[in-house]
């Protein structure tokens, strides 16, 4: 196959359930628009039947490629693989393998290409999904917002069409903790959000798990954001500024009341509080040194093991 016009990347783990309306989906979105397009899928080390199936269709159709990474990386992780495969002249949908993202919208957001944008992101209008995952939602990207020093928009993901020069730049990037929709909005150009109505999951259950989920909403925080040590620095700051208001107080009453303080209970909790202070601000600064601990190893970002695409 000659290089198509727009790849499709999509990063798939245990998504056996889904898999079958997945490439249809896919299949009638090629046969609809005029464009050529071939989709790369990438297996994040599934335990389930997924590789099996992906082998199958891409040995029997020119338009999907398969990557199989070696283990579980992560999805962002697998999206980075899947980025590295991409050979399209124009541009790159990356789209989320539980059909939650419709992929029907590759025709607007390509309209938005035209038009001269590297990036048309899709923005969750609205989300069928549960009450507390939707408020944890709201507020985590609410609070990046706040403390990002770049401009994050709200409530996106990773669902985008990027065009080809803003995924070679996203390949030329070394980070081992990666944000992807972050280190996309950090790179500039033209950028629109869509909005868009997300769906719940085809099938199965969400293969984000809470703590998955918890180490991406940090990649976030510590890789955008130089807040969490500022913040520190400003609670000691005001801490030692109540501190010496006390001192002088206690003083003064000493010198012309003769009385001093008493109360074991409150020197207790002011010492276990500075101690928590204290080991919270030393956690944060460790998050920042973990990151760089494991930047310097330099290791690759993952691992391909196998390639199967239709020979033509
Ligand atoms: N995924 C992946 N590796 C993982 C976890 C998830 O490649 O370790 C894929 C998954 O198959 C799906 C996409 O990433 O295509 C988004 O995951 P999921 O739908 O489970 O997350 P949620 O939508 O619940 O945030
Ligand atoms: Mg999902």
């Known amino acids: 196959m000659s290089n198509p016009q727009i790849n499709i990347v ?14 249809e989906r896919f299949e009638s979105l090629i046969e609809k628009i005029s464009l050529s397009i071939e989709i790369i899928m990438v297996d994040d080390g599934s335990e389930d039947n997924t590789p ?26 697998a999206l980075t693989a899947g980025l590295s495969f991409v050979n399209a002249s124009e541009a ?38 549960s009450f507390i995952k939707r408020k944890s ?24 069409l990027i065009s080809r020069r803003i995924v070679d730049q996203l390949n030329k990037m070394p980070e081992e903790s990666r944000f992807i929709r972050g280190m996309r909005s950090w790179l500039g150009f033209k950028q629109i959000g ?7 999951r085809y099938s199965g259950e969400s293969k984000y798990t809470f ?50 303080p008493s109360g074991f209970t409150a020197l207790l909790v002011v010492i276990v509080l500075m101690g928590g202070f204290q080991l919270i601000a030393m956690g944060l600064i460790g998050e920042y040194i973990l990151r760089i601990f494991f930047q310097v190893k330099n290791r690759p970002l993952f691992i391909v093991k196998d390639v199967i695409r239709k020979q033509t």
């Open 211 to 260: 703590k998955k989920l918890l180490s991406l909403a940090f990649n976030g925080i510590f890789n955008f954001s130089e807040y969490p040590v500022k913040i520190m620095t400003r609670i000691g700051l005001i801490t030692v500024i109540i501190s010496m208001t006390y001192l002088l107080y206690v003083i003064y009453m000493r010198l012309f009341y003769d009385t001093v």
């Open 92 to 129: 790159v949908l990356i789209i989320d393998g539980d059909l939650q993202d419709p992929p029907e919208l590759l025709e607007e957001f390509y309209s938005y290409y035209k038009k001269g944008y590297d990036v048309v992101y899709a923005v969750r209008e609205k989300r069928k999904e």
């Open 194 to 200: 869509i909005p868009y109505e997300r769906q719940e």
């Open 10 to 23: 999509v990063p798939l783990y245990n998504e056996e359930d889904v898999f079958n309306n997945l490439t």
């Open 52 to 77: 099996e199936l992906m082998r199958e269709y891409s040995l029997n159709n020119e338009n999907f490629t398969s990557v199989f990474l070696s283990r579980n990386f992560g999805h962002q992780m």
């Open 137 to 160: 939602y709201n507020y985590f990207y609410r609070l990046l917002k706040k403390i990002s020093y770049i401009d994050m928009p709200l409530d996106t993901g990773d669902f985008s």
